[in-house]
């Protein structure tokens, strides 16, 4: 079928996999396949997923790392869409045909989040998550629940700067056009969430949140979150090398456009405005607001110039 949505779900000492497996095939309301890719390790008996038509699982007898965990799933994806999430989740009853059917081709879309309570396997409503921005020099995504105040009543699909990471939608294709997740020079893990999102504001497309479905996600707490330290590091200090020196080959917009489209944005700087006919004025020492201006003895390489100062 070609509106398929292939779920990939990189698992390492998951102890809410069957759980996340489960409530997937409960709530989607279209044709889905699951990939499960198991990193390094083989869950307890009562934490594997029942075994089901369209439910794949993938073992690595050695860690590989997230990146490449995600990557090793939509290498063998059938469907059209791509959602990854992590494997402690749990979603709105038709959340697959609900963001397949807003989501074009350069557009990467994340619902709204809410925190799961693994007792009931629902979510906690007192809070919505839904913005974050990234910061300067560490290129870290941060909550800014502050954006909310500029979208106006009712506007259901709005721009992202960054999100989270634990759960995002795409087209196959786009994921493979922009050559997945870099598992080499970004190092297993950390900073995946800026990747994807700087990956597709920058090669053109459009990062967005859709209001229209959701997810819950578990807060794992420090206590249980797996330490990668060297492999952390590789990939912030690659991520910033690359992102802040716009050094990625497939981008066609710089750093700077994204933080302008959501400016102000904490923590960066915000850039000095010029009043362009003010400008021409001071610097010709010209009289009058008459527009157009005119400056005589100007041509063409003249404009140029102008025109990038």
């Known amino acids: 079928?070609?509106?398929?949505?292939?779920?990939?779900?990189?698992?390492?000492?998951?102890?809410?996999?069957?759980?996340?497996?489960?409530?997937?095939?409960?709530?989607?309301?279209?044709?889905?396949?699951?990939?499960?890719?198991?990193?390094?390790?083989?869950?307890?008996?009562?934490e594997l997923p029942r075994?089901?038509?369209?439910?794949?699982v993938v073992h690595h007898g050695k860690s590989h790392g997230m990146r490449a965990s995600i990557n090793a799933g939509a290498?063998?994806?059938?469907?059209?869409?791509?959602?990854?999430?992590?494997?402690?989740?749990?979603?709105?009853?038709?959340f697959d045909v609900k963001l397949a059917r807003d989501c074009e081709y350069d557009w990467t879309m994340v619902p709204r989040r809410f925190r799961l309570d693994t007792d009931t396997w629902q979510p906690k409503l007192y809070r919505c998550y839904e913005f974050q921005y990234i910061e300067h020099g560490t290129l870290k995504g941060r909550d800014w629940s502050e954006y909310a105040e500029r979208i106006p009543r009712g506007q259901k699909i709005v721009d992202l700067m960054t999100t989270q990471g634990s759960c995002w939608f795409m087209q196959r294709d786009r994921f493979r056009e922009l050559g997945g997740l870099d598992d080499v020079n970004h190092g297993?893990?950390?900073?995946?969430?800026?990747?994807i999102c700087l990956k597709t504001w920058l090669s053109g497309g459009r990062?967005?949140?859709?209001?229209?479905?959701?997810?819950?996600?578990?807060?794992?707490?420090?206590?249980?979150?797996?330490s990668d330290t060297e492999g952390k590091r590789k990939s912030t200090a690659h991520a910033i090398d690359l992102w802040t020196n716009n050094k990625w080959p497939g981008q066609t917009r710089r750093l700077s456009?994204?933080?302008?489209?959501?400016?102000?944005?904490?923590?960066?700087?915000?850039?000095k405005r010029?009043?362009?006919?003010?400008?021409?004025?001071?610097?010709?020492?010209?009289?009058?607001d008459d527009s157009p201006v005119m400056v005589k003895g100007m041509n063409r390489p003249g404009l140029y110039r102008l025109f990038a100062e």
Not at 22 to 42: Q, R
Request: a neutral charge.
């Open 1 to 46: 079928m070609a509106d398929k949505v292939s779920i990939i779900i990189p698992a390492r000492q998951e102890p809410f996999l069957a759980q996340t497996v489960d409530n997937i095939f409960a709530m989607a309301a279209g044709e889905i396949e699951v990939i499960v890719v198991l990193d390094g390790y083989w869950p307890a008996a009562e």
């Open 51 to 56: 075994e089901r038509k369209n439910l794949h």
């Open 75 to 94: 290498r063998i994806a059938g469907g059209k869409y791509l959602l990854k999430c992590d494997a402690h989740c749990a979603f709105d009853r038709g």
């Open 188 to 195: 297993g893990m950390g900073r995946e969430a800026q990747e």
């Open 207 to 226: 990062f967005v949140l859709t209001r229209k479905t959701w997810y819950a996600h578990w807060n794992k707490g420090r206590e249980h979150v797996l």
């Open 257 to 271: 456009w994204v933080v302008r489209h959501f400016a102000p944005v904490p923590t960066w700087p915000q850039e």
């Open 274 to 288: 010029v009043d362009a006919r003010q400008f021409i004025r001071d610097k010709y020492q010209l009289n009058g």
